[in-house]
């Protein structure tokens, strides 16, 4: 049957080649712009932001100094394996001397170019993602030699087929429950299968001696993380809009360095604390974010908002693929022979994830814990649940969340947006009322 | 004494409230139009005016409202749901949940006893649950938009139109008046579709009597009628809704005056 389709782009509609250059040109442009603009409001709000964060800040140039080095890396013969979302082993990537970096997009003006494709309604992360491999816009996408797509949601399932057009996409199947033998299974085999594929690219088998490196090197990056997470625990010494910056530039730096840089944030920070050194004021209104994730640069939109309202919120958690759930998890490895460090990344990167496309009989509980956790153990007074439109899986499991909320007597706000910037006067009213209620609620 | 005063920089029209020892002392509104910064200015000189008092006499004033950054002179703001919360709970202590339909959104409030915002829920996207629409379709009716609601009373039924859209439910209204439809049906049908949004926003954050409306849009008979109907309850009105958001404000601006004592 299949010999019955001619090979040639299954969705990708013909564009010229100077429409390309000239989108991509103006597009970077302004891309750039959101990205210094976003910075400047950081640094606005903290005022006194540590001389450490201005790492993150090159590192978060999407088309800066981590996409040169990437280039050099790979013209000297380094592969790099693109991923869209964090199933994906790092680990088995690393152990094969590949480069791995997240390839999802955040830019708003490329979900247009996904619309002459995908109706409107599809979400906008997937008709952005596609929009800018139209215009070649991602360095990181643009570079990668193979990209592992997950196929968590319909959007993502789709996408594969849309970047197959460009790129050889390797679809990794995690299951939709996971509390059953079988099915647990089933994803140690695609870990295995995903395992082979990166050995065969790259020409690298994954040694014993290489995998125990890779798990050490990813443990140290957590330990590095989870300092970082400690120190949002109290009266803010980093704000919200930071600490989500120097997680998500994890998904694209060198993770050794990225761990050497966060460790030296977090010496500052923790003189700070000592010093009672606040980015924002101790009794600013505590916000956790939870929902669809939010990718830089163009979906800083709603951390901005909270942190620049008035009244003041400050991000103290979130609960995002995008942030506080990159590297919460270590890989547990009880015995240093393959067989169970494989084990121990399969468990890893299921057990540990609470991603919405999981089910339960008892409603993605593992989602419901770690949200009820981590607001206790930060002291959150309300949390915002942020869903783009066309995001099905997080805005149906919203009832589910609002009503464990509702009985811990948390207020939760439901934020629907788009990939879009002209909806920020709306949110804002929503965003600020919110904050006033948290506001009124704490001199109470 | 104390006297404060809060304004409301609504889409369609500016209002001002001054109260005095939690007492309304003036009220004066004006359309917004093109240039709502010098309106403001002028609305609450009209309030002054009336109230025979002069700027000075005034220890604080809040602004809120979608143009909540046009009113310059004001010394704080407050958000349109949390000057409906004091609102509400301050006509009717006993009001829990407070509906606010005005001319471009709609939005609904929950508040405790001390007119404390607990939760909101807003309708801000699509006309059809607010003013202009009843605008729209009284122009579509060729009725005057201020007799839609006595017309739509004497109707026993409501013809079936698409609630969806303003737009969408413009081209039905205009197929039911080809249809020879009877008027007072169609404009039941519009304030049912109306009231149809409002209260699907509003279950949405629960319906916790005593249930309160206010906006512009509380004055409409026809709306009330139809809300009530769909909600299955009483709803309380305050005598001049259309204040209400420039009153909660000015009973904001009293605390905040009194905080600075």
């Not at chain 1, 994803?187 to 014993?208: A, D, F, H, Q, Y």
């Not at chain 1, 783009?388 to 009503?403: D, H, P, S």
């Not at chain 2, 020879?180 to 049912?192: Q, V």
Request: charged fraction near 30%.
């Amino acid at each position: 049957m299949a010999s019955k389709i001619e090979k040639e782009p299954k969705y990708i509609p013909e564009m010229a080649q100077s429409e390309i250059d000239e989108l991509n040109k103006s597009i970077k442009a302004a891309s750039i712009k959101v990205i210094e603009d976003n910075i400047e409001r950081m640094k606005k709000t903290w005022k006194n932001r540590p001389k450490a964060m201005e790492y993150f800040d090159e590192i978060s140039n999407l088309f800066g100094k981590r996409a040169k080095e990437l280039e050099e890396q790979k013209a000297a013969g380094k592969k790099i394996i693109g991923y869209s979302c964090i199933f994906a082993p790092i680990e088995l990537i690393l152990a094969a001397d590949a480069i791995p970096v997240r390839v999802g997009s955040g830019w708003y003006d490329t979900a247009k170019l996904g619309d002459r494709i995908m109706p409107v309604e599809i979400c906008p992360v997937i008709r952005s993602t596609v929009g800018a491999k139209m215009v070649s816009l991602s360095p990181y996408l643009e570079l990668s030699d193979a990209i592992v797509i997950p196929l968590t949601c319909d959007g993502r399932t789709k996408l594969s087929e849309m970047l197959s057009d460009f790129k050889p996409i390797w679809y990794m199947n995690p299951p939709r429950v996971k509390d059953d033998t079988h099915t647990l299974d089933m994803w140690k085999k695609e870990i295995l299968v995903i395992k082979e594929k990166i050995e065969k690219l790259t020409g690298n088998k994954i040694t014993r001696q290489k995998l125990k490196e890779a798990i050490e090197k990813m443990q140290q990056a957590t330990k590095a993380f989870r300092r970082l997470q400690e120190l949002r625990k109290g009266a803010p010494v980093i704000n919200g809009r930071d600490a989500m910056l120097v997680n998500q530039t994890s998904l694209w730096d060198d993770i050794e360095r990225w761990t050497q840089k966060v460790n030296e944030l977090c010496d500052e920070l923790e003189k700070r604390v000592e010093q009672k050194d606040y980015s924002s004021y101790p009794d600013t209104p505590r916000v956790m974010i939870t929902g669809t994730p939010m990718i830089w640069p163009d979906s800083w939109k709603v951390p901005n908002l909270i942190e620049e309202s008035n009244p003041q919120g400050v991000v103290v958690v979130d609960e995002q693929c995008s942030s506080d759930r990159i590297l919460y998890d270590p890989v547990g490895v009880d015995e240093w022979n393959m067989s169970d460090m494989l084990n121990a990344i399969s468990e890893r990167y299921i057990m540990a994830c609470t991603c919405p496309c999981f089910t339960s009989e008892h409603g993605n509980e593992d989602r419901i814990n770690w949200i009820i956790d981590r607001i206790k153990e930060y002291k959150v007074d309300g949390v915002i649940y942020y869903v783009v439109r066309g995001c099905i899986l997080y805005a149906m499991e919203y009832a589910r969340i609002k009503k464990v909320l509702d009985k811990m007597g948390i207020p939760v706000y439901y934020l629907d947006t788009e990939y879009t910037r002209e909806d920020v006067g709306q949110m804002k009213t929503r965003v600020e009322a919110f904050l006033e209620m948290l506001e009124a609620r704490i001199d109470i | 004494m104390m006297i404060s005063a809060g304004i409301d920089m609504g889409t369609q029209r500016v209002k001002v409230a001054i109260i005095k020892d939690k007492q309304i002392i003036a009220q004066s509104q004006n359309f917004s139009g093109f240039e709502p910064a010098k309106v403001a200015e002028q609305t609450l000189k009209e309030a002054l005016e009336s109230a025979k008092l002069s700027r000075e006499d005034i220890e604080h004033i809040t602004a809120t409202g979608a143009g909540v950054n046009m009113a310059s002179f004001a010394d704080s703001t407050i958000s349109m749901m949390g000057a409906d919360a004091k609102a509400g709970a301050y006509y009717f202590p006993s009001a829990r949940t407070i509906m606010d339909v005005g001319a471009e959104d709609a939005r609904a409030v929950k508040c405790d006893e001390n007119g404390v915002m607990m939760d909101f829920v807003v309708n801000a996207r699509c006309a059809a649950g607010a003013g202009t629409f009843i605008e729209a379709m009284a122009r579509a009716l060729e009725v005057e938009m201020n007799d839609m609601g006595s017309l739509s009373l004497n109707a026993e039924r409501a013809s079936p139109i698409n609630a969806s859209c303003v737009i969408f439910a413009e081209s039905d209204v205009v197929s039911l008046i080809h249809r020879e439809e009877p008027k007072s049906e169609i404009a039941r049908a519009i304030f049912d579709a109306m009231a149809e949004r409002v209260s699907s926003m509003v279950n949405r954050l629960g319906v916790t009597p005593d249930v309160v409306l206010i906006g512009g849009v509380a004055k409409d008979v026809g709306f009330v009628a139809s809300l009530k109907r769909r909600l299955g309850i009483d709803i309380l009105i305050p005598e001049e809704p259309i204040y209400a958001g420039a009153v909660g404000a000015a009973l904001v601006a009293a605390k905040r005056a009194k905080r600075r004592h």
